[in-house]
């Protein structure tokens, strides 16, 4: 049917949980220490990336042997891993965990689409492992957003067509990617970042089932 929407697969970083400001640190950290130039708006195009991918924009045109690529790409991913060591289910994001688990009472799905190799362990500090029927992470695919493929991954996971889930996302490569896939959008943050989405929202501090259904003129499945 049409317009029926069963799951919805969250992004994590900058969804549930800020450590999109971790991974900015960790960036900004290992900029300075090369002698980089690295903002806060330069990394507004790093949300949602791959590790990799961000390293490349940061580096621009610059042309570094692959042994410093990986060097720098691990150390970044040292200070990253310092900053999450104390996160705790008081780092959930306000209105995560409750529309998390309105949607699973309401008898839908959720999935996680992060691209971060380090999204279980985040997962499992904030504690909320429990809350989703499938986890795809910077482990599952090659391609990351805004590629559709982790979305497509998620999607399979839950056994659901692209057009029946709603990813939800901070990034605008990763509106570009639910797009991409088929998928309906929820942005959250500024419209100028995740305009290209359905519908936007400042974040989900106060958003329940039923307003993102209604911004998406959609219904949920009933059982
Ligand atoms: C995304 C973040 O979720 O994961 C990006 O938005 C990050 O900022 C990417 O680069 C990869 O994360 P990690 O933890 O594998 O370096
Ligand atoms: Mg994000």
């Known amino acids: 049917m049409i317009n029926m929407i069963r799951a919805f697969i969250f992004d994590l970083d900058g969804v549930l949980t800020d450590t999109a400001e971790y991974h900015y640190r960790g960036w900004k950290r290992l900029a300075d220490g090369e002698g980089l130039s690295f903002s806060r708006a330069d990394n507004e195009h790093l949300r949602g990336i791959s590790r990799r991918e961000s390293l490349m924009l940061i580096l621009k045109d610059r042309v570094y042997p692959e042994e410093k690529i990986q060097e720098m790409m691990e150390r970044k991913n040292s200070y990253y891993l310092e900053f999450i060591k104390e996160i705790s289910p008081r780092d959930l994001l306000p209105g995560a965990k409750e529309l998390l688990e309105e949607i699973r009472a309401?008898?839908?799905?959720?999935?996680?689409?992060?691209?971060?190799?380090?999204?279980?362990?985040?997962?499992?500090?904030?504690?909320?492992?429990?809350?989703?029927?499938?986890?795809?992470?910077?482990?599952?695919?090659?391609?990351?957003?805004?590629?559709?493929?982790?979305?497509?991954?998620?999607?399979?996971?839950?056994?659901?067509?692209?057009?029946?889930?709603?990813?939800?996302?901070?990034?605008?490569?990763?509106?570009?990617?639910?797009?991409?896939?088929?998928?309906?959008?929820?942005?959250?943050?500024?419209?100028?970042?995740?305009?290209?989405?359905?519908?936007?929202?400042?974040?989900?501090?106060?958003?329940?089932?039923?307003?993102?259904?209604?911004?998406?003129?959609?219904?949920?499945f009933a059982r």
């Open 106 to 220: 309401a008898g839908l799905k959720n999935a996680l689409g992060s691209a971060s190799r380090n999204a279980s362990e985040v997962l499992d500090r904030l504690g909320i492992r429990s809350l989703f029927d499938a986890i795809s992470d910077g482990y599952s695919v090659e391609r990351q957003k805004p590629a559709p493929d982790l979305f497509l991954h998620a999607a399979r996971q839950l056994g659901l067509p692209p057009a029946e889930c709603v990813v939800v996302e901070d990034a605008a490569a990763g509106v570009e990617a639910a797009k991409a896939g088929g998928f309906r959008s929820i942005g959250l943050g500024p419209p100028k970042r995740v305009g290209d989405a359905e519908a936007v929202f400042p974040g989900l501090s106060g958003v329940r089932l039923a307003d993102l259904l209604k911004a998406l003129d959609a219904t949920q």
